[in-house]
């Protein structure tokens, strides 16, 4: 054992409290960066040296830097990232969609409905009523007009909700070529045998990106490279991306890797986007088209069955459909028979609304306006574009109950991603409390190791002595 050994004892332990020092003063430094995480310098104590009458230690030598990181945390935060993701994305949807039916409220189409049944109750009342008959050719053309406007603000959501599907795809392909070039980076990073400490702050900031667009998983490997998976398949291995595809079709799909297979069980942020123009705008426009049809079918079979009479003295005339039918319409569109297409015939007038009908039709006759005003309370069968049936209900009812069913999903979706803030922020603030940086915690172990180093260079001051006073005996 020698003085020399002493000092060399003392240098490691000041070059060690000065690595530490450095390390926490990078963490007060990046304590407010997005994605940082706590370093942590590992110290151990360094080789001892043995001699014939024991062994004697050698001082602290550093033996890593590494990240303060719990995994279970990681998966729980993207675990409740991709599900607040989905929800908060399906809750502003809903309550978007909610304000196209504007309900209740005395413009929207319930409103509609009840006043064009009103002016058929009023036409029964004075049947040659010219006036009248206008109202009723006005309230006709505005439930169309309604239908028609419900219709296309629905497509424009649909069309904006495609649009950020897009975008975001866009965006999860970026993060997965970040990804796997990360994994390449870090894998040569790592091969001196130490952690790539931002490197891997890097990467894990983009899968918590990819989870809360996608619900994406990873597994890390042995050489440091981890891959992602998204609705159970591999959209990154190591240093090869998989690219999302969007197939804008109806109904929408997203296929990865260029599979042909779309992906199922989608999480996140675009898993709902897709949900919502897979199944609920969908829903919720067949259920209109539906409506629309059982409406224009029942009216115009009513109708057709009268007779309109005009002119002095009056003549009558067999009326004709009061809503078009033609399918498709001359001038190309949609079907009239959809919300979207829709409308009052064109040739139809004040002159050819018909209120009369029965075995003894005549100018003074109510039947078809009777009959039309009493609709608003019978029940019909309705069914969707494609057949199946949606129900017995009056029209108003129906809508109703489509309304109804809207505004309870709309709730159940804000009370969901209620629910699913708080889970997120408390799995946040743990995983905070492991992986954040504390200032406070930072200013106490500068403070520690500022005496640990002191406390060597005293070392080193008393080797000086002890070398001073070897100088002096040997004069």
Do not use: C
Not at 142 to 156: F, I, K, P, R, Y
Not at 316 to 326: E, I, K, R, S
Not at 348 to 366: E, F, K, Q
Request: proline share 4%.
């Amino acid at each position: 054992m020698s003085l020399g050994s002493i000092l060399n004892v003392a240098r490691n332990a000041m070059n060690a409290q000065q690595a530490a020092v450095q390390v926490a003063s990078q963490n007060i430094s990046n304590a407010q960066t997005d994605g940082y995480t706590r370093e942590r310098i590992e110290l151990t104590a360094a080789v001892p040296t043995t001699y014939p009458w024991g062994t004697v230690g050698n001082g602290v030598s550093i033996a890593d830097v590494t990240r303060t990181r719990d995994a279970l945390l990681d998966t729980s935060f993207r675990s409740e990232s991709a599900d607040a993701g989905a929800a908060s994305t399906t809750s502003a949807a809903l309550q978007q969609i909610q304000t196209i039916f504007n309900e209740p409220s005395d413009n929207g189409l319930a409103a509609t409905l009840d006043k064009f049944w009103s002016s058929w109750s009023d036409l029964a009342n004075d049947p040659t009523n010219q006036a009248a008959k206008s109202v009723v050719l006005s309230a006709g053309q505005d439930v169309a007009s309604q239908l028609n406007q419900s219709a296309s603000q629905l497509d424009a959501t649909d069309q904006q909700n495609r649009q950020a599907i897009q975008t975001d795809v866009d965006r999860v392909n970026q993060l997965t070529q970040q990804v796997a070039d990360l994994n390449t980076k870090i894998v040569g990073a790592e091969s001196g045998g130490h952690p790539a400490n931002d490197l891997r702050d890097a990467r894990d900031s983009a899968v918590d990106e990819l989870a809360k667009l996608t619900g994406a998983q990873t597994i890390e490997r042995s050489n440091g490279t981890v891959g992602v998976y998204a609705a159970g398949r591999l959209i990154v291995d190591g240093s090869a991306a998989k690219p999302l595809q969007f197939n804008d079709a109806n109904p929408p799909a997203i296929t990865a890797g260029g599979s042909a297979t779309p992906l199922a069980g989608l999480g996140g942020s675009l898993g709902a986007e897709l949900g919502l123009s897979t199944s609920s705008i969908p829903d919720l426009m067949n259920r209109l088209d539906a409506l629309t049809s059982a409406l224009v079918t029942n009216v115009n079979a009513i109708h057709g069955a009268g007779t309109a009479y005009s002119g002095t003295p009056p003549v009558g005339a067999p009326a004709g459909n009061f809503f078009d039918v033609t399918n498709p319409p001359p001038s190309g569109g949609d079907p009239r028979l959809t919300a979207r297409g829709v409308q009052v015939a064109a040739s139809l007038t004040p002159d050819g609304v018909a209120a009369s009908a029965g075995a003894n039709p005549g100018p003074g006759n109510n039947d078809v306006a009777l009959a039309l005003a009493q609709f608003k309370d019978t029940s019909v069968t309705i069914t969707s574009p494609g057949g199946a049936a949606l129900g017995n209900e009056t029209i108003g009812g129906f809508y109703q109950q489509t309304i109804g069913g809207l505004a309870t999903a709309t709730q159940q979706a804000q009370d969901n991603e209620t629910v699913q803030n708080t889970m997120l922020s408390n799995v946040t603030t743990r995983r905070q409390s492991e992986s954040g940086v504390s200032t406070d915690e930072e200013l106490i172990d500068i403070i520690q190791h500022q005496h640990s180093y002191e406390a060597a260079a005293r070392l080193v001051n008393v080797v000086d002595d002890m070398t001073q006073t070897l100088v002096d005996l040997g004069r």
